[in-house]
Structure formats: C-alpha cells, structure tokens
C-alpha cells in the first residue's frame, strides 16, 4: 500500500480519539512489518475560530492554540480527523500537502464530502457521495486480541465470580436522553433478577456520565449479588469485561458503546432510556434489524449475534483506494 505516516487529529476527547485512533490502528495491522507509524496529534484551536463552520476558516494551520500539537510539513501520507474542529485542519492538511497526503473524515462534516478523500459517517447520518463509506455504528479500537490479552491481564482479579458472566455498560445523561435515579434503581433490580436467575456475575462499568448518586444506587443495588464495579482507579478493566463477558448489557445513550460491544460477537442487550432522537431511534433500529444487537427486556434468552466489523470493512476500504490512487 505504500502508507509510511499517519496522523490521526482530534481535540483529544475519548469518544473521538478512539474512533480515529482505532482506525489507524486496523491499518497498520495491514503490515505485518510494523511500517505504519501512526502519530496521535491532539490539536487546540484559538478563539474566535473554535465556534465558527469550517466553511469561515481562514488559513486553518495558523489558527492552532500555542498548547496544541503541531501541524507542519513533513506531510504524513495519510490523514484521519475526527471531530467538528478537525473538518478545516484535515482539509487544509490536503490542500498544503498538494494533495499528497490522503484525507479520510469520521462522521459527518456537514460541508461537501468533495472536500475530503474519503468521508465516513453512520448511515443514520444520511451522507451519500462517491467518496462516502457509510458505517452502522461507530469504528472503534476493540479487537479480539486486545481483548484476549485485557481478559488475561484481570482474570485473577474476577476469578472470585460465576463462571458465567455479564458485563454491564452503563453511560449516562446527554442532550438526547436521561439517567435519572429512578430509572438507575429500576435498571439495578432487572440486573440483580438477571445475575440471580442465571447465576452470572456482573461486571459493571460507568461513564462520566452516569453521575455519583446513580453509581450509588448501582453499588447499593448490586451489594448482595457477585458483581465487581470499577471505581475509577487503576487500570481500566473495559477491554478485560468485554472479553470475559457471556454477554453484555449496554444503556442506549452511546452509539460508541453499542458499536465496541457488538463488535464482539456476543449477544448485546440494549438498555431504553428516557428520551432519544431520530438519529439515535434510527440507528438502534438498525443493530436490531441487522442482527447486531436486542432490547433488554431483563431477560437473557441465548441466540448468536451478527459480529459489527466496521473498522475493519473501513480500512480495507481505505487501503483499496489508497492503493488504486497509488497505482494511476
């Protein structure tokens, strides 16, 4: 393929970086030489600049914050941006690299996909073009070696639960839905039922999201049954929940979530809560009817998933085009 550099450019938030970083990586698996050196650029954008459309931005490279990291020639041979302040840094990257740097964009830029080598929204999105690859959800970092190598790591550490196990993806409030109390307490009961009734262990983590009293509801609840609760501290076990998991419960309010538990084959259960949005509605629906995932009812009824691989369809995407550009 011909890939020596990658840059992969966010603003440094996880749901981002992860996205874009996961991506890359998938790449670089392409060459088993280990020749792709990928370079996580964490870019800050000075005022006024940060809040305007990407169609305003005046000569972007210069409007980087004296803390961000550099953007600069030598040009990387491939570019992957993700998040709203990357779309003009990404395309400004392109044009000062005459176009020799290939330029991919997660989601949607909400500016014509033209402007980019290759754009990759959700199809909840509804981006269309020659140059758009669309995704079910959203491309992530899992693996099934990352997770067999996290399993093993924590292993000794959750060996004191059932043998069967389920792990417990829980988010939290955003603009679209809400994590009250009463709706954690109400989860919490379905969850100790379900551990009790199949004799499984919970593995339970939260998000920033899902708020100190709702942790404490979660923890009071989950008291009596085998269950572990990260609290933050050390090493995060999420890779090591998710490949030791049976099967995993997940609440609706992260597509990023849902994406990185169907990706590994194992039966997802969805969590409603209050609230949604058509994007969102679109999109559960989507991973239902393509086999990727269930609602939870607070039940656990066996089945066999459909596996979500859209980073690796991605990359390989980006590899076949990047090798047809290579070749004219």
């Not at 996961?22 to 600049?49: F, N, S």
């Not at 992957?80 to 830029?109: E, F, H």
């Not at 020659?130 to 996290?150: F, I, M, Q, S, Y």
Request: glycine residues 8%.
């Amino acid at each position: 393929m011909g890939i020596k550099t990658c840059w992969v450019v966010t603003d440094g938030r996880a749901g981002m970086l992860n996205q874009a970083w996961g991506l890359a990586e998938a790449l670089a698996r392409r060459d088993p030489d280990g020749g792709l050196e990928v370079v996580v650029k964490t870019v800050k954008v000075r005022k006024p600049w940060h809040w305007l459309p990407a169609a305003l931005w005046i000569n972007p490279l210069a409007r980087l914050a004296s803390e961000s990291d550099t953007l600069k020639a030598p040009w990387p041979d491939l570019v992957i941006g993700c998040g709203r302040i990357t779309i003009p840094l990404v395309m400004a990257i392109g044009k000062a690299s005459n176009r020799g740097t290939y330029t991919v964009q997660l989601q949607d830029p909400r500016i014509d996909p033209g402007n980019f080598d290759l754009v990759v929204p959700p199809s909840h999105d509804h981006v269309s073009g020659p140059n758009v690859v669309e995704t079910t959800g959203a491309v992530h970092r899992v693996t099934a070696e990352k997770l067999a190598l996290e399993a093993e790591k924590f292993k000794i550490e959750l060996d004191h639960l059932p043998a069967r196990r389920i792990a417990v993806l829980i988010g939290g409030s955003n603009k679209y839905y809400r994590l009250t109390p009463d709706i954690t307490r109400q989860l919490a009961t379905r969850l100790t039922k379900l551990a009790t009734d199949n004799d499984a262990g919970l593995m339970v983590t939260a998000s920033r999201r899902t708020g100190a009293e709702n942790e404490k509801v979660l923890r009071d609840a989950f008291a009596d049954v085998p269950a572990v609760f990260w609290d933050g501290q050390g090493d995060n076990p999420y890779f090591a929940y998710l490949g030791l998991a049976d099967a995993i419960v997940v609440t609706c309010d992260s597509v990023s979530m849902n994406s990185e538990a169907a990706s590994t084959g194992k039966p997802v259960y969805v969590v409603s809560l209050d609230g949604g949005s058509k994007k969102f509605n679109e999109f559960h629906a989507l991973m239902q009817q393509r086999g990727h995932t269930r609602a939870f009812d607070g039940k656990m009824p066996d089945w066999t998933p459909v596996r979500l691989d859209d980073t690796e369809r991605v990359a390989n995407e980006i590899h076949r085009r990047m090798s047809a550009r290579q070749r004219i």
